[in-house]
């Protein structure tokens, strides 16, 4: 049975920082990439980065590219988001996400607020 688990969000002042984990369990952790997406209040769920199995391949969305950066710990098997200068409009719900072997599997999310 696969399973996510997120943890690691909060609110931040704008400027901080964040990292998020993603504890993965019941599928090959080591050869499956991992993503996390966000969604905003009244907007629809949208990628932010991935991260291929071995970590050697990573890509961002543009709006948190050079201030975002995944990672993995495949002894762990965790996947991680260390979020920094982090702006209001990174306010959602963090999701971390899975495909085994084709089919998406979701984290039950943890929030990020990014206020003064």
């Known amino acids: 049975q696969v399973q996510l688990v997120e943890s690691g969000g909060g609110l931040v002042q704008p400027g901080g920082s964040l990292r998020l984990s993603c504890a993965a369990s019941?599928?090959?952790?080591?050869?499956?990439?991992m993503n996390w997406y966000r969604q905003a209040p009244g907007k629809e769920r949208e990628f932010v980065a991935t991260?291929?199995?071995?970590?050697?391949?990573?890509n961002y969305a543009a709006s948190v590219k050079d201030r975002f950066t995944i990672s993995r710990d495949n002894a762990k098997n965790t996947v991680y988001l260390q979020m920094n200068s982090l702006k209001p409009e990174d306010t959602a719900v963090y999701y971390c996400n899975a495909l085994w072997p084709s089919r998406p599997y979701w984290g039950q999310g943890t929030q990020v607020t990014v206020s003064s």
């Open positions: 991260i291929s199995g071995a970590g050697g391949i990573t």
């Open positions: 019941g599928f090959p952790f080591s050869i499956s990439a």
